[in-house]
């Protein structure tokens, strides 16, 4: 029986949307210049939707192809186009853009925004995760918004995360990271530390330097300023 | 009722078929009907550590794929009426075992025995995670070595999220660790784990401790499984280790005094080694 050489199905993502507040492309090529010089990794190869909504009464054609031209210089993939208004929707398909649905954005949005939101935000106040079995060695534990507690031993080859803090009331012998999305207040305490790696908010230390310091009793493990205290607690 | 019990370590050569071996023996000989099945299929050794190799005919992978009947297949032992074996297949490979046909399997073999014992091979990936998936009890064989140990605990987390009883929910496999090759000397001199560092790091009870023993290696010769030399240090701690897995309560030999403080610092060092 012959099979199907493809199948289409439709399938949801996540595309960064540039709001486009005013026509003029000079400001827009300059305020591209310096958001790529930001962060030249994070657009790369990155799918962008041009929303036209507050441009959709200006006077005077958007040059499409132009627009499309800049941003791929900078490493953006521009695919379509929303929100726009006949005129516009005709001049974006003439430059091979697609035409969205056109939603409103829940957020009303104001000039000024750039088109990149702010990548910290405050965390909602998840529940602990606690855990009461042995984390044997292979397993991988993520507490994902808040707290990660441990009641039994965590196993050399064992590894949790935590987006808040990580306690572990017994030894800790496998790698513990704890604010993993950033939060450098996040810390990590233990009964008995025998850890592979600690890290906190990024900031790491292995095995070797932990005998360094201390070692096999309760500690804690915290960040002050932009470095990796471990004090002996009780 | 009849229970599933899976023999298992990770590591290979830490004594898993030895162990299937005499726990069979054991059980057979306390009077339960018993199974002991071959899950290394490609690299059989049960036959031979349980003196059958010149009567297998059939073997597990031809009962998955219907090409015999269980009660042909049975090997019965020669000295414990009770003991039959399972062999696996020479020519095949681990990929024969579907999970669905491992099942079918056993279930039939439910209906005849009160003890189904299979004897994993080693490693973590489709032979190992077969021979695992049904189990109600498992057996965890470790050397006093650090990665022997790693390698337990590695298995014991799978144990705890990839069979069955996990998969659906129910009450997890109860959890047995056996130390094989323990030898008191090297303890002493801090060349080996003692019991209580195992124990520490795997929490798990304790089933049993079997001494670095002579006997071992000569009843694998002679295909005899050691719990048959009733005269020997490794049979009487099977012996010991088959009565506490069906529930009684019996003191531990062959483990000495507590020893620890030296151990200690040299297992550190080890782990600083291999991190290193």
């Known amino acids: ?234 | 009722m009849s229970e599933i019990i899976v023999v298992t370590s990770g590591k290979g050569g830490v004594g898993k078929t030895t162990t299937s071996a005499a726990i069979a023996a054991g059980l057979a000989k306390q009077g339960h009907k018993t199974v002991v099945i071959d899950f290394d299929v490609g690299l059989r050794n049960l036959d031979i550590v349980m003196g059958c190799e010149r009567r297998v005919v059939y073997d597990f992978v031809n009962i998955i794929h219907g090409e015999a009947a269980l009660s042909q297949t049975l090997i019965k032992d020669k000295r414990e009426p009770n003991l039959f074996i399972l062999p696996a297949s020479q020519t095949r490979d681990k990929e024969a075992l579907t999970l669905d046909g491992v099942g079918r399997v056993l279930e039939e073999l439910k209906q005849q025995f009160s003890y189904i014992i299979c004897d994993s091979p080693a490693g973590i990936e489709t032979g190992a995670l077969m021979a695992m998936y049904y189990a109600d009890r498992a057996i965890v064989v470790t050397n006093p070595e650090v990665s022997s140990v790693r390698d337990s605990d590695r298995i014991l987390g799978i144990l705890a999220s990839k069979t069955r009883r996990a998969e659906q929910g129910e009450t997890p496999i109860s959890e047995h660790l056996l130390l094989t090759r323990y030898s008191l000397e090297r303890v002493a001199t801090g060349e080996m784990l003692s019991v209580q560092d195992v124990q520490e790091i795997l929490a798990v009870p304790l089933l049993g401790v079997i001494p670095e023993s002579k006997a071992v290696l000569r009843a694998s010769n002679t295909g005899t499984p050691v719990i048959f030399d009733e005269t020997s240090d490794a049979g009487q701690a099977y012996s010991d280790a088959v009565e506490r897995l069906l529930g009684k309560d019996k003191p531990h030999r062959f483990i000495g005094e507590k020893k620890k403080g030296l151990f200690r610092r040299l297992f550190d060092r080890s782990k600083e080694e291999q991190l290193a």
Do not use: W
Not at chain 1, 146 to 165: C, F
């Open chain 1, 1 to 234: 029986m012959a099979t199907d050489a493809f199948q289409l199905k439709g399938s949801l993502f996540t595309l960064t949307v540039l709001q486009l507040h005013q026509a003029d492309m000079d400001s827009l090529t300059h305020q591209l210049d310096r958001l790529v010089q930001q962060a030249p990794k994070f657009f790369q190869h990155t799918p962008v939707v041009i929303d036209l909504q507050a441009v959709q009464q200006v006077n005077g054609a958007i040059d499409f192809a132009q627009l499309a031209d800049q941003l791929r210089q900078r490493g953006m993939i521009p695919v379509g186009v929303r929100n726009g208004s006949t005129a516009q929707q005709q001049a974006a398909i003439a430059a091979k853009f697609a035409i969205l649905n056109a939603t409103t954005s829940k957020a009303e949005s104001h000039p000024g925004d750039t088109a990149v939101e702010s990548s910290v935000t405050s965390m909602p106040n998840k529940p602990s995760l606690m855990i009461h079995k042995p984390i044997r060695s292979g397993q991988q534990v993520y507490a994902q918004g808040g707290d990660l507690i441990v009641t039994a031993p965590v196993s050399q080859g064992a590894e949790l995360l935590a987006d808040g803090n990580i306690h572990i009331y017994a030894a800790l012998r496998g790698r513990a990271l704890a604010g993993i999305q950033g939060d450098s207040q996040a810390r990590i305490f233990c009964q008995h530390l025998a850890a592979e790696l600690v890290s906190i908010a990024g900031h790491y230390m292995v095995n070797e330097a932990l005998q360094q310091v201390s070692y096999n009793k309760p500690h804690q493990i915290y960040l002050a300023a932009d470095k990796l205290l471990i004090s002996p607690l009780g």
